[in-house]
């Protein structure tokens, strides 16, 4: 009788657990799990789509003009697992659309390429700017001109932290 290896039939059928589709182990750090399991369970959050236009006003909200659901993990998050938000402080990057307590949606597998505004941590201390370079010189810009740029040398210590690819504010 033969030992080990797949054996047809063994094992959980396919897409048989909670989410009715294949699975794949993982291994997640125990500290981690609470936060892994809350955005699992929170992940499918859906709010009503309507088809009509707002030009000034409000949608009729009677179901026929329902356009569908808008899951807003869809249109902010585009890799769940590389992002993360953070609540803007300050009013450096207004010229960007980023107020003081807006969230900002950071995307840490994004390039953080020129141009691009991004989350970096500069000699310990955490800022939100918008990333330049002129020649040889790599620039922290603000978008509001009662600050200054933060030129970055060999003498910083510098980490990105991820690339902003939504805010969301209060209107």
Same mark, same amino acid.
């Given at each position: 009788?033969?030992?080990?290896?797949?054996?047809?039939?063994?094992?959980?059928?396919?897409?048989?657990?909670?989410?009715?589709?294949?699975?794949?182990?993982?291994?997640?750090?125990?500290?981690?799990?609470?936060?892994?399991?809350?955005? *699992?369970?929170?992940?499918? *959050?859906?709010? $009503?789509?309507?088809?009509?236009?707002?030009? +000034?006003?409000?949608?009729?909200?009677?179901?026929?003009?329902?356009?569908?659901?808008?899951?807003?993990?869809?249109?902010?998050?585009?890799?769940?697992? +590389?992002?993360?938000?953070?609540? +803007?402080?300050?009013?450096?990057?207004?010229? +960007?659309? *980023?107020?003081?307590?807006?969230?900002?949606?950071?995307?840490?597998?994004?390039?953080?390429?020129?141009?691009?505004?991004?989350?970096?941590?500069?000699?310990?201390?955490?800022?939100?700017?918008?990333?330049?370079?002129?020649?040889?010189?790599?620039?922290?810009? $603000?978008?509001?001109?009662?600050?200054?740029?933060?030129?970055?040398?060999?003498?910083?210590?510098?980490? *990105?932290?991820?690339?902003?690819?939504?805010?969301?504010?209060?209107?």
């Amino acid at each position: 009788m033969p030992r080990g290896g797949v054996r047809a039939g063994a094992g959980r059928p396919k897409g048989q657990g909670k989410f009715g589709e294949k699975t794949k182990p993982m291994r997640i750090p125990i500290s981690k799990i609470d936060s892994v399991m809350n955005f *699992i369970n929170n992940s499918n *959050i859906s709010l $009503p789509l309507y088809s009509s236009k707002v030009p +000034a006003g409000f949608p009729s909200p009677a179901d026929d003009h329902m356009e569908g659901k808008l899951d807003l993990n869809t249109h902010l998050v585009k890799h769940p697992t +590389a992002t993360f938000f953070v609540k +803007a402080s300050g009013d450096s990057m207004l010229g +960007a659309g *980023i107020h003081d307590g807006d969230i900002l949606v950071v995307d840490r597998s994004l390039e953080p390429r020129k141009g691009k505004v991004v989350i970096a941590a500069v000699d310990g201390q955490l800022t939100v700017k918008r990333l330049q370079k002129k020649g040889s010189k790599t620039f922290l810009v $603000p978008e509001n001109k009662k600050f200054r740029s933060i030129e970055l040398n060999e003498n910083n210590d510098v980490k *990105i932290w991820g690339v902003v690819t939504n805010v969301i504010h209060k209107v």
